[in-house]
């Protein structure tokens, strides 16, 4: 925290400049300023301050800016609405990130409001609304393209994690972490058993590959480091939390972490309501009960977002935990660029964001051997019938995973992985097209050449053969429909009945008919097709009405 006395030194520095600088605005802001001018400047300063080496930028409040003169701010003057602005500004720029601190100084001519904003983060340059903005001279715009390459390019493959943390000795270590630490090396490596317990601490951490040389790493803090130590990391943080929320997405409760991750990761763990789930197998009149979550399966995905994190960007991991459903998320990302390279690579990737910190994470037995989790996760969900790992990588600088607590569509799931004779990789597919999602053409024809699913793509749905497995036939009926002539015998009937069909009409006919894999718009211009096809190509009807108001009759 910037001392006041401080703080007015560097506002008499600020405005002795012979012009603002990118990285330094004043506005007299006398009672109001929009909201969304306040984020672009946040996002314009964060990337100028970067790219001009300063540690942070300033939006400053009651001062003229080409007079620099002070003539006060009443800006949301009461000091709570003040700081609710870190929160709102978070919720809208890239990695959540917000100002330093907001400063307060008084003076005889007024109030003036120092807004602190921090440099972007090397490599990422920061948004507002998913817009990257920049400064020339004074002037307020999109931040230029050779701006972002030159941010973007900052980004080494220097291993933050085994950075050595200046000043740290091993009493900044929590105690109880390293006995945990010795444990599950112990576990990990059974057959260092008797040698690990005549090792010094420090021997230990330098074998275990969490110190080098006797040096306390980043990685050390992380994972075992007293929860004071953590200040060693800064800017960066370490930080997760745990959210509990109800069925309308509502938090009922949540609770933060941080060092030291070997011993904290089983509190969150333990947070977790890892409840009974029931459901009825095939031709048995006795339920299965399983646990809604596999234990290998969190604990994966929440190593997983420590392992890979990117630290750099100053963003917390987050587990949020839904009535049927886990989602974990952590910032930076995803190096292979696809959930599927991984599975069908099974193999270590070429380059980890935190090496020493995954191999430490190894040698702690926190995580499989590197390469390895990502695709016995998948397994493990299969196994247990229930739907598989959604990884969502839409974002940028952000990775979402989701785990489902129970099963989707009765019974589809159960039946699809419990046939023994799909690879993983069909799996994985016909698990999307059970959830509605959109896969890829090579991917239709590899389900269509096993006959597993029907439809014009990418209205996919699941084939007859797999619904009479299921008994769920009706919901094949559904998606499948009729065929064009079932359609157009009832457009006919319906004439011969009532004398002719207003488009109204037939859309009350045969909307509620079509395939359910139809969306509302796909089953109009179904209906529109179907007309066309009737009056040009089989002259069964004609229109005697309007574009506008269609009176169809028979021909």
């Given amino acids: 925290m910037i001392r006041n006395t401080e703080l007015k030194g560097l506002l008499e520095k600020f405005r002795k400049l012979p012009s603002e600088t990118e990285w330094i605005e004043f506005k007299e802001a006398k009672s109001n300023f929009h909201f969304d001018e306040i984020g672009k400047y946040f996002s314009a300063i964060s990337n100028e301050a970067n790219i001009k080496g300063q540690q942070c930028g300033w939006l400053i409040f009651g001062i003229h800016d080409k007079s620099r003169k002070i003539v006060g701010s009443l800006y949301r003057a009461n000091r709570s609405d003040l700081d609710s602005l870190k929160h709102e500004i978070a919720q809208q720029t890239s990695n959540n990130l917000t100002f330093i601190e907001i400063h307060e100084l008084s003076y005889e001519e007024g109030r003036v409001v120092m807004f602190q904003i921090p440099a972007a983060p090397k490599g990422v340059s920061i948004a507002w609304k998913g817009h990257y903005y920049g400064r020339n001279g004074e002037s307020l715009g999109p931040l230029n393209i050779q701006e972002i390459e030159f941010i973007r390019n900052q980004g080494t493959n220097e291993d933050w994690s085994a950075q050595i943390c200046d000043g740290a000795t091993l009493n900044d270590l929590d105690g109880d972490a390293i006995i945990k630490a010795r444990i599950e090396y112990k576990n990990k490596h059974p057959k260092f058993a008797d040698e690990v317990d005549k090792w010094d601490d420090m021997t230990f951490l330098n074998k275990a590959k969490v110190t080098i040389q006797g040096q306390i790493t980043k990685t050390a803090i992380i994972l075992l480091g007293k929860p004071e130590s953590e200040h060693f990391l800064s800017p960066s943080i370490a930080k997760m939390s745990w959210i509990l929320k109800d069925e309308n997405n509502l938090e009922k409760d949540y609770e933060h972490f941080g060092p030291p991750f070997i011993l904290n990761t089983d509190n969150l763990f333990a947070k977790i309501r890892n409840l009974k789930y029931r459901y009825m197998q095939d031709q048995s009149l006795f339920p299965i009960e399983i646990n809604q979550y596999d234990t290998y399966v969190i604990r994966e995905a929440l190593h997983n977002c420590i392992a890979h994190q990117d630290y750099e960007l100053q963003g917390r991991i987050n587990v949020v935990e839904k009535p049927d459903e886990l989602i974990f998320t952590n910032v930076g990302n995803f190096i292979p660029r696809s959930i599927e390279k991984v599975i069908k690579q099974d193999a270590p990737q070429e380059y980890y964001r935190n ?92 389900l269509r050449a096993r006959k597993l699913v029907e439809g014009r793509y990418p209205n996919l749905y699941v084939a007859a053969k797999i619904a009479a497995i299921t008994g769920d036939k009706s919901t094949y009926i559904k998606n499948r429909a009729f065929d064009n002539e079932h359609y157009k015998k009832l457009i006919i009937s319906f004439i011969n009945q009532y004398g002719s069909a207003s488009r109204q009409d037939i859309d009350n006919l045969l909307l509620d008919k079509l395939s359910d894999a139809l969306d509302a718009n796909q089953r109009k211009k179904k209906v529109t097709n179907l007309l066309y096809e009737m009056h040009k190509k089989d002259q069964m009807i004609i229109n005697k009405g309007s574009n506008k108001k269609p009176k169809w009759v028979l021909l």
């Fill in 355 to 446: 090496r020493w910190l995954a191999e430490a994470m190894v040698n702690l037995n926190m995580i499989d051997t590197i390469g390895s989790g990502i695709k016995k996760m998948f397994i493990l969900q299969r196994k247990r019938f229930f739907p598989l790992p959604d990884y969502d990588l839409s974002e940028q600088e952000r990775v979402k995973v989701s785990i489902i607590g129970k099963i989707l569509d009765e019974n589809y799931t159960k039946m699809l992985i419990g046939n023994t004779d799909l690879d993983l990789d069909l799996v994985i597919s016909l698990d999307k097209v059970q959830k509605r999602q959109k896969i890829d053409q090579d991917e239709a024809k590899q």
